[in-house]
């Protein structure tokens, strides 16, 4: 009975997803096409962002951040924000391993 028990237990741990929550404040770069029309700003370079993480048995170790990833896109083309951003969120388990992988799309702001 014990076995079993502790084989249970293994499997749950081996195929349980990972649920947590993260909160993140928009980013203060980011412009809708009313704004960008009213400040008289232009859709500049198309840009694509991909990071990975790492998690180990579901928890986090290091995550990728989509505020940072804008930050960091912002200030490589000196532009004045983003538009028309995407986030898309994917992960790969491996056992005990997870990756996640993060990818960002949008247009820089000029």
Not at 58 to 66: D, L, N
Not at 69 to 75: A, G, L, P, W
Request: hydrophobic share 45%; proline share 5%.
């Amino acid at each position: 009975m014990k076995r079993l028990f502790v084989i249970a237990m293994l499997l749950a741990v081996l195929t349980a997803g990972c649920a947590y929550y993260q909160k993140e404040a928009l980013p203060h770069g980011l412009y809708n096409a009313s704004q960008m029309e009213a400040k008289n700003l232009a859709k500049g370079d198309y840009f694509v962002k991909t990071r990975y993480g790492f998690r180990l048995i579901t928890i986090p170790i290091s995550m990728p951040e989509p505020n940072e990833m804008i930050d960091t896109t912002i200030s490589e083309h000196q532009a004045k924000g983003v538009t028309n951003v995407e986030v898309e969120f994917s992960e790969f388990n491996i056992l005990l391993f997870q990756i996640p992988k993060m990818r960002i799309t949008g247009y820089v702001v000029k």
